[in-house]
Nanobody, 128 residues
Framework: QVQLVESGGALVKPGGSLRLSCTASGFTFDDYSMGWFRQLPGKEREGVSYSSWRDGRTYYAESVRGRFTLLRINSKNTIYLQMDNLKPEDTAVYYC?????????????????????WGQGTQVTVSS
């Protein structure tokens, strides 16, 4: 049974940092791309970042590039999302996902239909 469990969400002030974790089980971790998505209040879920199973490269949405870093540790079946210089507009529920997607095109990798399984989400609130 596939399980993806996120943790690390919290209330943080603008300009602050936070690190989210997603631990996976029930499948061969190395064989899958792993991604982070978020759902802002009143909006659809959007892609944040993902790590490709094929070449190990990491891709980012333009809105977070340079502030967020995805770290993947295959030996721990875990991915992290290090979020720095957080802004109020980063407030969202953050989800991790697994899939077989590859490639750098945002509109392809961020399409939710290309991901097989999702975690339950963790709330990040950026507010003073």
């Amino acid at each position: 049974q596939v399980q993806l469990v996120e943790s690390g969400g919290a209330l943080v002030k603008p300009g602050g940092s936070l690190r989210l974790s997603c631990t996976a089980s029930g499948f061969t971790f190395d064989d899958y791309s792993m991604g982070w998505f978020r759902q802002l209040p009143g909006k659809e879920r959007e892609g944040v970042s993902y790590s490709s199973w094929r070449d190990g490269r990491t891709y980012y949405a333009e809105s977070v590039r340079g502030r967020f870093t995805l770290l993947r540790i295959n030996s721990k079946n875990t991915i992290y999302l290090q979020m720095d210089n957080l802004k109020p507009e980063d407030t969202a529920v953050y989800y991790c996902a697994r899939g077989r997607i590859i490639g750098s095109d945002y509109y392809t990798w961020a399409h939710q239909g290309n991901w097989n399984d999702w975690g339950q989400g963790t709330q990040v609130t950026v507010s003073s």
